[in-house]
Structure formats: structure tokens, C-alpha cells
């Protein structure tokens, strides 16, 4: 298998952490793109143009870091626990903070991709939206971890790659100011071997 990837997108992050998580890393060439230059070997794997995009050892390019994520998980070489659980109340509660993560990775995206715009091209008015729906979720994220299962999920680690990558873009936004909770839960899971060895810089 292949992976386009680069080492700050936190959705590629995602992916390279399940890698890791499953032992799969034997298995797939990580290759480091940068997809703003819509290099022909990502455009020719993902026609929207985006990372990460894997592609299978039977050839089919995948994209969108949650089916990348679904098929790794289910990969019959992957080791240990599923990260998606594939029913129960679980079920639910997993996808739902897979979703939230995700979300928090495209408001950071966004507003990341503002301050690299042209002078004049800017819009405050959305920037300042993206920032108070960024707050908004980080303010849920104890009752959306709170309703997970015990064992690490698929949903930890996209609230926790979103959360890496606010420290990696976003210091600004000093996340942890009156989080002490959320900031312990981060401080541990940024522990795990998965998340330490794909931590950006
Ligand atoms: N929903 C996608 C988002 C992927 C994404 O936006 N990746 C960014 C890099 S962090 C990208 O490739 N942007 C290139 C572009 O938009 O032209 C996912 O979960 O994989």
C-alpha cells in the first residue's frame, strides 16, 4: 500500500497513527507530498487533491482520512482491537467524536489557510465564525469523551490530532486556558508511542 501524506496534515496524522496502532506500518510506503502544489502522482490518486490518500495493494485509491481509517481497521493484517467499534451504543458515540475531531481539524485548516491569503482576499467575518465554533467544540469535548468506551478509539485519536494540531498552528489560541481536565486527557494519550512518533514540529 501507499500513503500520500505530509507530516503537519493532522487528518494524515489520524491515518499514521492507526498505522501504528494496528502494526501495520510494514505494509505501507508513507510518502510525504506537498499537496498545495498539486503534484500529478496525489492528483492522479485523489482528483480532489488532498491528503491523505492511500492506495491499496489491489489499486484502489482511497481518501477521506475516516474511510482511510475504516479500511485499515479492518484490514486482515491489522493487529489488535478494532479503533471502530461495529455496533452498540459505541458505535455511535465513537463516530460522533470521530466527526468532532475532524470538524476541529477543518475549522484550524481553515483559519490557517486565511492567515496564508493575499491582503484583501481575508475575511475577518469568517475567520472570527471559525474561532467561536473552535471554542464551541473544544468546550463539548469532556462530555464527548466522557460517553467513550474505556479502550482508545478511533475517536480519541481524531480529537487528539486536532488538538496537536492547535498547539502546531494555533498556540495563540491557548486551548488549555481554564481546560485543566481536557489538558491531563491530551498530556496522557500524547503519550502513546502512535501519537508521539507522528507528533508534527
Ligand atoms: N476531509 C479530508 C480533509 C483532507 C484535507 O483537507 N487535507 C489538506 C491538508 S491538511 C489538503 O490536502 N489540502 C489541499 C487542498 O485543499 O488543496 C480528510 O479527512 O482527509
Redesign the pocket.
Known amino acids: 500500500m501507499k500513503l500520500y501524506h505530509?507530516p503537519t496534515?493532522?487528518?494524515a496524522r489520524k491515518v499514521r497513527v492507526v498505522i501504528l496502532e494496528k502494526a501495520l506500518g510494514g505494509f505501507i510506503e508513507e510518502i510525504a507530498v506537498d499537496?498545495?502544489a498539486d503534484p500529478a502522482v496525489l492528483t492522479a490518486t485523489n482528483p480532489l487533491?488532498?491528503?491523505?490518500a492511500l492506495v491499496t495493494d489491489e489499486g484502489l485509491a482511497l481518501?477521506?482520512?475516516?474511510v482511510i481509517c475504516a479500511y485499515l481497521d479492518a484490514h486482515p493484517k491489522a493487529e489488535g482491537p478494532r479503533l471502530k467499534p461495529q455496533s452498540g451504543p459505541e458505535q455511535w458515540s465513537v463516530a460522533r467524536a470521530e466527526a468532532l475531531g475532524?470538524g476541529m481539524m477543518d475549522l484550524g485548516?481553515a483559519l490557517q489557510m486565511e492567515r496564508r491569503k493575499p491582503e484583501g482576499e481575508t475575511s475577518p467575518t469568517s475567520a472570527r465564525r471559525w474561532r467561536s465554533q473552535m471554542t464551541r467544540a473544544l468546550d463539548t469535548l469532556p462530555e464527548t469523551l466522557a460517553i467513550l468506551p474505556q479502550d482508545v478509539t478511533i475517536g480519541h485519536f481524531a480529537i487528539a490530532c486536532a488538538l496537536g494540531y492547535l498547539d502546531l498552528r494555533h498556540g495563540d489560541m491557548n486551548w488549555r486556558d481554564g481546560r485543566g481536565e481536557l489538558a491531563g486527557w491530551y498530556e496522557s494519550i500524547a503519550a502513546r508511542p502512535s501519537l508521539a512518533a507522528t507528533k508534527p514540529n
Do not use: H
Request: aromatic fraction near 18%; glycine fraction near 6%.
Open positions: 505530509s496534515s493532522p487528518y499537496a498545495y487533491g488532498k491528503i491523505p481518501f477521506d482520512s475516516p475532524d485548516l
